[in-house]
C-alpha cells in the first residue's frame, strides 16, 4: 500500500510527455492495492481530467454497471489507465505518449500484482496484451501475459456509442467472472 502510494505521488509530478502542459489532475489509479482483478483503460477524459480519478464520467458509470452486472464494486478492483494525462479532445494516445507513462502502469501492475487483468478497448489491449490487438476479433479471448491472465473487452465509451456490441461483452462479462471466480480467492468469498 505504501509503495502504491509513492508511486501515485512521484506520478503526480510527472513531466515526460505533452501530455502534462495542458492537464488539471493526472488520474493515476483507484482500487484495492492488493486487488486480483485489475482494468486497464486507455486514458483519462474531461471529467476523470476535473477529478484526478479514472471512469468517473458516462463511461465510468457504465463500467459500474458492468461490474455489478457480475456481481462486482468498483471497492473489489483496482482501475488504471496507459496514459494518466488527458489526451486532447479525447483522442488515441500517441506511441510516444503511451511509451512516456509505461513505466507508471508497469509499477502499478507490478505493486498491486493481479491475478487477472481486463483491458478496457484496442488502445489498453495493444498497450497490454499484443501490439497487434484486434479488439472486434480478440474481445473475449484469455491471453497470458507474463502468468497474468489477461483479456480485453469493448471500452465502455464504445458501448455507449454502439449499443450492438453490448450482447457481445455480457458474454465475454460472464466469462471474465466465471474465470474470475476461479482463479481470484477474495473476490466471490
Same mark, same amino acid.
Given at each position: 500500500m505504501e509503495e502504491l502510494e509513492a508511486l501515485r505521488r512521484r506520478c503526480l509530478n510527472c513531466r515526460e510527455c505533452p501530455l502534462s502542459e495542458q492537464r488539471r489532475h493526472v488520474v493515476f489509479g483507484v482500487g484495492r492495492a492488493d486487488a486480483e482483478l485489475m482494468f486497464i483503460g486507455e486514458g483519462p477524459g474531461e471529467q476523470e481530467d476535473l477529478t484526478g480519478?479514472?471512469?468517473?464520467?458516462?463511461?465510468?458509470? &457504465?463500467?459500474?454497471?458492468?461490474?455489478?452486472?457480475?456481481? &462486482?464494486?468498483?471497492?473489489?478492483?483496482?482501475?488504471a489507465n496507459v496514459v494518466k494525462c488527458r489526451p486532447p479532445r479525447n483522442r488515441d494516445p500517441l506511441g510516444e505518449e503511451q511509451n512516456a507513462c509505461r513505466h507508471w502502469l508497469d509499477g502499478q501492475l507490478a505493486l498491486v500484482r493481479p491475478k487477472i487483468v481486463v483491458c478496457l478497448g484496442r488502445i489498453a489491449a495493444a498497450a497490454y496484451i499484443k501490439p497487434d490487438f484486434k479488439i472486434t476479433r480478440e474481445h473475449g479471448v484469455w491471453f497470458d501475459v507474463d502468468g497474468v491472465r489477461a483479456m480485453a473487452i469493448y471500452h465502455p465509451s464504445a458501448l455507449l456509442r454502439d449499443v450492438s456490441k453490448r450482447p457481445e461483452t455480457f458474454t465475454d462479462l460472464r466469462e471474465l467472472r466465471r474465470t474470475a471466480r476461479e482463479l481470484c480467492q477474495h473476490l466471490y468469498s
Open positions: 480519478e479514472p471512469f468517473v464520467g458516462p463511461a465510468g458509470r &457504465l463500467l459500474d454497471d458492468m461490474l455489478e452486472l457480475i456481481d &462486482l464494486h468498483r471497492s473489489q478492483v483496482y482501475i
